[in-house]
């Protein structure tokens, strides 16, 4: 599923032509660029209400991982037979489960290891892609063929089936989950950091610099890491959403940690043996799933807008 | 670049992805931590204690106790006869059960490609074409929603309303076409979105081309611009989505099938990942890159049906 | 006219015929994220049926959001605010969508600005022609398609019935826009609107194409607003022209009048800075390099060879390679002592992508020539010519595959690593595009101070005194260092990247096309500047341009290039007024502005200060109509 974050980039808009045919629009691609490595700071994103409400929740959920006794006095794993099967209710908010667990509590409780597991999954996609991608467009020819055949044969084996491969290989858990799921967004990251360091490198103004003496290095440093970092950034904020899915997927599936850890999508599925009694141990952590998703989602869409039109 | 030579070109990548997804599955299954024939014994169950000699006696079996590169060598030679070897769990073999499983998993990925191409495209297109701007905000920003959703959590929102509640369709492990609906519906949802994101952001670039000025200055109108040179022009960047959409339907199959308990392949994968199942994963992975570069040929030789610069150049023309 | 023009309108300005097009006081704001933007304020302009009309300008001052406005076909944003826009008659101002649309191409036809990216790729150009006639309801099916030959044989395309079953992309810049005429005339419409139609072709398609649009006003009396930036093009096809800046008509008349007596400053400054085919006027001495040469950025003072007389050439050690050091060789061939750059037999071919077997295109093929130190030898060509290609070989950025560029005698071709940056600090480059050659995120300063770290030139006070110098040099205010490449209009950054060539005191420097990305006033004071600085330091310029005109002003000898090869080489007053080679003769009589006799003309210079008019920072590469134009404050000029 986080093979939705390799559809092709944003094509540069074009600015309606005005006058004077000479020279082309170079100079506002690059102010563009300028802007939208500034424009592209949290200051400027909560305007309207849906980006405040995506906020709100990523904010929520974050607190529920950081202290989720803050948030609920239920124990996430101890149940009391007597209350299986209730209702929401104002004592328990998204009901009890067939061991008369708190499910609110267990969702709360669970935002950690999800939130755990995307971001490691995050750092493993950008540490490896960069790296990948850096080496792909600097070293010259060999170095860029054996690489990018790489990346393609990763992109060529779909992203859900490459992550159950590696977990059937290093086994379950959050983190394995996590690296897993991480590895499938590598080849993404790969290429655009290749693709800015061969844009930058074939730049006007870097062939000029050359010509006053820098060495590739220096170029590397004041150029192109700091062309790429945008883009990059854009990317992972796009990919946050889509990591958060595929690990809820994953864990829906079974791979993650072994019960009674209440990873959001082992909730799911465990509520799914109770579909036709039980609606909410499905239908209530599927929701907070949805919510993050979407509000990530809308986050990175607002960022990444930011960025091409200030 | 002749025709024969791009042909020529593409075929030997896609035999080459091939190749690589199950030299890269090997490598993965074997070099990384975990020893298969432990996995194995205790899979098929019963021996709570295993002498060294048991797991010699089962490696020579397996031919596990070969050296690496050799064992390579036979598992490709195999591969190439149609041999994928056997599950360790069942002791059947891998062609077999993938054989098996397939029928009922094409139907559900065949029908869900063409569900989620129609109703991106109309969505697309509808987007575009929409006069008033509350409808096309609407329709702008349903694809981004859509695409947000866990598959699971649409899988069993579906059946809970639909089966449980309502009593439309069947609600689990349902065969024929009533069955199919469901499923099929929910692992199309996303791929549609995927499917209006990209074709709806290609038609925007398209029509903001100076050829789309020429051709409204010539006095046509919206629907001609957007259905005689819009969507010719937008569906070049465009196809590769199918590439992409194969793939995610591949991988969401596992998930589809798992919520409605549907045999297939996806429940193939699903468990032979839980029990570790090597030669079974390999398997899957080899077929889904197969199919995945079957598709991505297909892709890579209707570019130059659409767009006559490629097939003067061979090569894909980004302006 | 009816009301109060913005500049100054001749009372003959008034057709006798009636007008096809009759615009007054228009006003075209655009709605931008800092509120309203007005792009054209107070404009009044006819088109007489059979004329052709002109509107000049400069970037931003207005002119193409005009022709938009005419089509009813604003950018986003777009508005008309006030005014009449009257087609024969009939006001177009307020039409609905579906009214516009029988207007469009049928009444009114648009020749947009650059073929290349108008068609659209995917259609055969005679379908394409064809359907204009299917839109207005003219012809149907095969007759559409027959049509549409004619058409096309009509718009001078050659062997029309089998081009108009290829695609554009198959098409030369100058057939595509013979196709996009075609379909701008195909449905016969009173008045055609052509939107710098010929400025992304060469000089020689150019002349044609506008021979073509010139005979369809003559010939069917079909009224023509042609929109350009080039007074050389209006002087030689309007019979009227209306004078655009900042928004406003500056003025208007008969050609003729305002071409040869310009009453309004701006007029007299755009005529006064376009450039003329006159050949650079030079002090008859050779330019020993004067004393001031000094004020240059020295670094650090290295052992000047023996041969080199000039204080300039002691800024770089000599490059080390398999020639001789010093220049003196004692070889018969040995160099004139008085030639910098040698170039003997240069060749460079690129593997050519396409059907059919693999074949190569020879971009460069046996150039040779000579600059004697402190000269200028402008290098002219055409699209394709091999012009770039030179400069990239003689910068060592290409490696060629025959052939020599010898600097001070010295091989300079195979150079690499360090030897190459040696080299570099004697052969600078000055890039087409100003827009690409600076790096965005630096400020003024770090872009000037680069070159001297990378050398390790001076400690922190003597690179910042150098800067200082540097920004002298090149008449910018200090108070640019602290502002970055995107906050400066085009004659700015050009003026940072001279000033950056500048900085390690080159011998050479290869000006590629410095200026055709520029504005015409700001291109005038830009060549003053290259001007100017070669006097004061000595430098040589290798000068490439594909405006005839332009390398004239500057250059001491010329050399035309043509697929690859050098035609013509000889001193600038000789190849402008006695070209030998007939390709020459070709390019010199397409350069526009020959036909009128006023155009050359000097009139006083009016005391302008020297400001790049209309450009506030990135806007005129960035071409977007949004922001740029403000009202001038000018008053009407009576």
């Known amino acids: ?122 750092a493993v996609a950008l540490v490896v892609g960069i790296l990948l991608g850096l080496a792909a467009g600097s070293f010259g020819r060999w170095a ?167 | 670049m002749t025709p024969a030579r791009y042909l020529a070109g593409r075929v030997l990548r896609a035999v080459f992805v091939v190749w690589a997804a199950f030299t890269l599955a090997f490598a993965a299954l074997r ?142 492990g349902g065969t024929g076409v009533a069955g199919l609906v469901l499923p099929a519906c929910t692992l199309a949802i996303p791929g549609a979105a995927l499917v209006a994101q990209v074709l709806g952001k290609s038609l925007h670039t398209v029509l903001r081309e100076p050829y789309a000025d020429t051709v409204r200055a010539t006095g046509a109108g919206r629907a001609r611009l957007l259905l005689g040179h819009g969507l010719r022009n937008a569906a070049i960047p465009a196809v590769t989505v199918v590439g992409l959409l194969v793939g995610y339907l591949i991988g969401g199959a596992v998930v589809v099938e798992t919520v409605f308990s549907r045999p297939g392949m996806g429940r193939i994968t699903q468990a032979a990942v839980a029990t570790q199942d090597l030669p079974v994963v390999q398997g899957v992975v080899v077929l889904a890159s197969f199919v995945f570069a079957v598709v991505n040929l297909g892709v890579d030789l209707l570019y130059p049906v659409l767009d006559p610069r490629i097939r003067a150049t061979g090569r894909l023309v980004t302006s | 006219m009816t009301s109060a023009p913005a500049g100054t309108t001749r009372p003959e300005a008034v057709s006798q015929d009636t007008p096809v097009l009759r615009i007054t006081d228009l006003r075209v704001g655009y709605r931008t994220a800092a509120g309203t933007r007005t792009a054209v304020d107070g404009l009044d302009l006819t088109a007489a049926p059979g004329r052709i009309t002109a509107v000049v300008g400069e970037s931003g001052s207005g002119k193409s959001t005009t022709a938009h406005a005419v089509i009813g076909l604003l950018p986003p944003g777009g508005r008309v605010e006030h005014g009449s826009v009257r087609l024969e008659g009939e006001e177009l101002t307020g039409l609905s969508e579906r009214a516009w649309r029988d207007v469009r191409g049928r009444r009114i036809g648009f020749v947009p600005q650059d073929p290349g990216v108008s ?52 098409l030369s810049g100058g057939m595509r826009q013979r196709v996009l005429i075609a379909m701008a005339t195909a449905a016969r419409p009173r008045l055609l609107v ?37 007074l050389g093009v209006v002087a030689d096809r309007a019979q009227h022209v209306v004078v655009m800046s900042r928004a406003r008509v500056v003025e208007a008349g008969p050609t003729r009048e305002v071409l040869a007596d310009p009453r309004h400053p701006y007029t007299r400054r755009l005529l006064a800075d376009v450039p003329r085919l006159t050949p650079r006027a030079r002090p008859a001495t050779p330019p020993a390099p004067p004393a001031e040469a000094t004020s240059l950025p020295r670094p650090s003072p ?3 060879p023996g041969s080199r007389p000039a204080p300039l050439s002691g800024s770089a050690p000599p490059v080390p390679g398999p020639g001789p050091a010093s220049a003196a060789g004692p070889s018969g061939d040995a160099p004139d002592p008085g030639v910098l750059l040698r170039v003997r037999g240069l060749t460079l071919s690129f593997p050519l992508r396409g059907p059919g077997p693999r074949r190569r295109h020879l971009a460069v093929d046996g150039v040779g020539f000579d600059i004697p130190r402190g000269r200028t030898l402008g290098l002219v060509g055409e699209s394709g010519s091999g012009k770039s290609t030179t400069a990239r070989l003689v910068l060592g950025l290409e490696r060629p595959e025959a052939g020599t560029v010898e600097l001070d005698g010295v091989d300079v071709t195979a150079v690499r690593g360090a030897a190459r940056r040696r080299l570099h600090r004697r052969v600078q480059l000055v890039h ?75 011998d050479l420097l290869v000006c590629d096309e410095p200026v055709s990305a520029l504005d015409v006033t700001v291109q005038a004071r830009i ?5 100017g600085l070669q006097e004061r330091h000595g430098m040589a310029y290798l000068f490439i341009s594909h405006d005839l005109a332009v390398v004239g002003q500057v250059s001491d000898r010329v050399a035309v290039l043509r697929a690859g090869h050098v035609v013509e080489e000889g001193a600038t007053d000789q190849v402008l007024r006695t070209p030998r080679h007939p390709y020459t003769r070709e390019l010199l009589a397409a350069v526009p502005g020959r036909r009128n006799p006023h155009t050359p003309h000097d009139p006083d210079t009016p005391d302008v200060p020297e400001e790049e008019p209309g450009e506030t920072p990135g806007e005129a590469a960035a071409r977007t109509p949004h922001r740029h134009d403000r009202p001038t404050e000018d008053t009407p000029w009576s």
Do not use: C
């Open chain 3, 302 to 304: 290295g052992p000047a």
């Open chain 1, 1 to 122: 599923m986080s093979g939705h974050g390799t559809a092709p980039g944003a094509v540069a808009d074009r600015t309606p032509a005005d006058d004077a045919p000479v020279s082309s629009g170079f100079g506002a691609v690059a102010g563009r660029r300028l802007r939208g490595v500034r424009g592209a700071t949290l200051r400027h994103v909560p305007r309207s209400p849906g980006a405040v409400l995506s906020v709100l929740v990523l904010l929520l959920v974050l607190g529920w991982a950081v202290a989720p006794e803050w948030f609920t006095g239920q124990s996430p794993t101890a149940g009391t037979p007597a209350e299986r099967f209730r209702p929401p209710s104002g004592a328990h908010l998204f009901g009890t489960d067939q061991l008369g667990r708190d499910v609110y509590a267990r969702v709360v409780h669970g935002a950690s290891l999800s939130l755990r597991a995307t971001v490691v999954a995050i």
């Open chain 3, 527 to 531: 060549l003053e500047l290259l001007l």
């Open chain 3, 432 to 506: 087409q595009n100003p827009y690409a050659s600076l790096n965005p995120r630096f400020t003024v300063e770090e872009l000037l101070t680069e070159p001297l770290r990378n050398h390790r030139v001076g400690d922190r006070a003597q690179r910042a005194a150098t800067v200082r110098r540097l920004l002298d040099d090149v008449a910018l205010p200090a108070d640019v260092l602290r502002r970055r490449a995107a906050e400066l209009s085009g004659g700015q950054r050009q003026r940072v990247a001279i000033a950056r060539a500048l900085a390690l005191g080159p």
């Open chain 1, 144 to 310: 860029d063929a054996v690489i990018m055949r790489l990346v393609e044969v990763m992109l060529s084996v779909p992203p859900v089936l490459l992550s159950l491969t590696i977990v059937a290989a290093i086994g379950f858990g959050t983190v394995q989950v996590a690296v897993a799921v991480g590895v499938t967004s590598v080849a993404a990251f790969a290429r655009v950091m290749r693709a800015e360091v061969l844009r930058v490198r074939t730049a006007g103004y870097v062939e000029a610099t050359m010509l006053l003496g820098s060495r590739w290095w220096r170029v590397l440093f004041r150029y192109v890491l700091p062309a790429a970092v945008g883009p990059v950034l854009a990317l992972a904020a796009l990919d946050f959403g889509l990591v958060v899915l595929a690990i809820a997927s994953l864990s829906f599936l079974g791979y993650g940690e072994p019960p009674p850890a209440p990873e959001w999508g082992a909730l799911v599925a465990d509520g799914r043996n109770y579909l036709a009694t039980a609606w909410w141990l499905t239908t209530l952590p599927s929701l907070v799933v949805t919510a993050v998703v979407l509000a990530a989602n809308r986050l990175s869409r607002i960022l990444e807008t930011r960025g091409e039109r200030p």
């Open chain 3, 119 to 170: 068609l659209d790729p995917v259609k055969p150009v005679g379908r394409q022609v064809a359907e204009v006639l299917r839109v207005h309801h003219l012809a149907t099916g095969r007759g559409a398609a027959q049509r549409a030959v004619d058409l096309l044989a009509a718009a001078g395309l050659p062997d029309p019935a089998r081009r108009s079953r290829q695609y554009p992309h198959e």
């Open chain 3, 194 to 230: 052509a939107d710098e139609p010929t400025s992304a072709l060469d000089v020689t398609v150019q002349r044609q194409i506008l021979d073509h649009l010139e005979a369809l006003a003559a010939d069917t009396g079909t009224a023509v607003l042609l929109i350009t930036h080039d």
């Open chain 2, 31 to 172: 070099l990384l931590p975990g020893d298969p024939v432990a996995l194995m014994l205790s899979g098929r169950g019963g021996f709570d204690t295993l002498s060294p000699r048991d797991i010699a006696r089962a490696k020579a079996e397996l031919g596990l106790d070969r050296p690496l590169p050799v064992q390579y060598g036979h598992a490709l030679l195999d591969a190439l006869h149609g041999d994928l070897g056997a599950s360790l769990q069942t002791g059947q073999p891998v062609t077999r059960m993938i054989a098996d499983a397939l029928p009922s998993t094409l139907a559900l990925g065949g029908t869900a490609l063409a569900l989620a191409l129609t109703a991106g495209s109309a969505l697309a297109v509808s987007a575009h074409l929409a006069v008033s701007p509350a409808v096309r905000q609407l329709l702008r920003s349903l694809p981004a929603f859509a695409v947000s959703l866990p598959s699971f959590a649409v899988g069993l929102l579906l059946i809970q309303l639909l089966s449980v509640r309502w009593h439309l369709f069947p609600s689990l």
